[in-house]
């Protein structure tokens, strides 16, 4: 039997999401509280004799060719440190696709992870951390899946204490949204508050301020993806009508995230919310991963 690892690879909330400008590269420049959701795909590597990446994931909506970031983070690693390596990639979705949840860019991370454990690279945090920047803004975070505060496109990682496993309501409208059409809608109407930095926002969260931290927190893509597709603006609105705190849009979008104050507020607002087929609601938490809990190695944790 062939060697296998297994990561863990947790979806990613944005508490608050701030744009600042334009870079001279095209991208964005950010500044955003990022958060780890107990919410996670799975992926397992398993070392084959042929050299060739090979994806399979039964969620008809994974690719499973060289536009997989997994497959691109592969591809990385064989290319930078150990050509002629092959692997076959099993990707297990929990974390809905498209939905502003980083579910494609953690299968990458993952991957990384996984990969060099099983083909013995060595390769430190900060050696892999270089590489997720060069797959996607979103791949760093989700490397460490440690609350952080992101800036420059994402990648800049400033990690900070974690937070209180707060109970999270996930309620995705039920169609895809890519984030590059959620900025180029912003950049048609660039409109930019004044903002509290997203360290106040964490500080606000560590105190179990959630009412204060909500009323701070901002996303300058939410009010553009809400016009463009009234079903998230009504989203929006019955989403807080549940009484959770803190409601907002997570990312670029679509899907709308609440953090509550306890587990029975976020199961009753996912019973009010219930009802409509085409939603997907997910009831989770944040969490912190640290590589005990996220990696094993033929079913055993490391």
């Known amino acids: 039997m062939s060697a296998w690892v297994e990561v863990l690879a947790p979806a990613k909330i944005n508490?608050?999401?701030?744009?600042?400008?334009?870079?001279?590269?095209?991208?964005?420049?950010?500044?955003?509280?990022?958060?780890?959701?107990?919410?996670?795909?799975?992926?397992?590597?398993?070392?084959?004799?042929?050299?060739?990446?090979?994806?399979?994931?039964?969620?008809?909506q994974v690719p499973t060719g060289r536009e997989n970031l997994a497959v691109q983070a592969a591809e990385l690693l064989r290319k930078h440190v150990c050509p002629g390596r092959g692997a076959e990639i099993i990707i297990t979705k929990r974390i809905p696709v498209a939905a502003g949840l980083a579910g494609g860019s953690t299968d990458a991370a993952a991957t990384l992870l996984?990969?060099?454990?099983?083909?013995?690279?060595?390769?430190?945090?900060?050696?892999?951390?270089?590489?997720?920047?060069?797959?996607?803004?979103?791949?760093?975070?989700?490397?460490?899946?440690?609350?952080?505060?992101?800036?420059?496109?994402?990648?800049?990682?400033?990690?900070?204490?974690?937070?209180?496993?707060?109970?999270?309501?996930?309620?995705?409208?039920?169609?895809?949204?890519?984030?590059?059409?959620a900025y180029a809608l912003f950049d048609q109407n660039p409109v930019v508050n004044d903002h509290t930095s997203a360290l106040e926002?964490?500080?606000?969260?560590?105190?179990?301020?959630?009412?204060?931290?909500?009323?701070?927190?901002?996303?300058?893509?939410?009010?553009?993806?809400?016009?463009?597709?009234?079903?998230?603006?009504?989203?929006?609105?019955?989403?807080?009508?549940?009484?959770m705190p803190f409601v907002a849009q997570t990312g670029s979008g679509p899907t709308i995230f609440a953090v509550g104050e306890d587990a029975k507020m976020a199961q009753r607002a996912a019973r009010l919310l219930a009802g409509n087929p085409e939603r997907l609601i997910l009831v989770t938490k944040l969490e912190e991963f640290s590589g005990e809990k996220r990696i094993s190695v033929n079913g055993k944790s490391i």
């Open 15 to 60: 508490l608050t999401l701030t744009i600042k400008g334009r870079r001279d590269d095209g991208y964005h420049e950010l500044e955003s509280l990022m958060v780890p959701l107990a919410l996670a795909d799975v992926v397992r590597c398993q070392a084959t004799a042929e050299d060739r990446i090979v994806v399979r994931c039964a969620h008809p």
């Open 114 to 181: 996984a990969l060099n454990q099983l083909w013995g690279l060595g390769l430190t945090v900060t050696e892999l951390h270089n590489l997720a920047s060069q797959l996607g803004a979103d791949v760093p975070f989700c490397l460490h899946a440690r609350a952080a505060i992101g800036r420059g496109r994402g990648e800049r990682l400033q990690f900070i204490e974690p937070m209180a496993n707060w109970p999270v309501v996930l309620v995705n409208p039920g169609f895809a949204l890519s984030t590059r059409v």
């Open 201 to 243: 926002v964490a500080r606000l969260l560590r105190d179990g301020l959630l009412v204060a931290a909500a009323q701070h927190a901002q996303n300058h893509l939410q009010d553009v993806v809400a016009s463009h597709y009234p079903a998230v603006a009504e989203l929006l609105h019955e989403v807080r009508a549940t009484g």
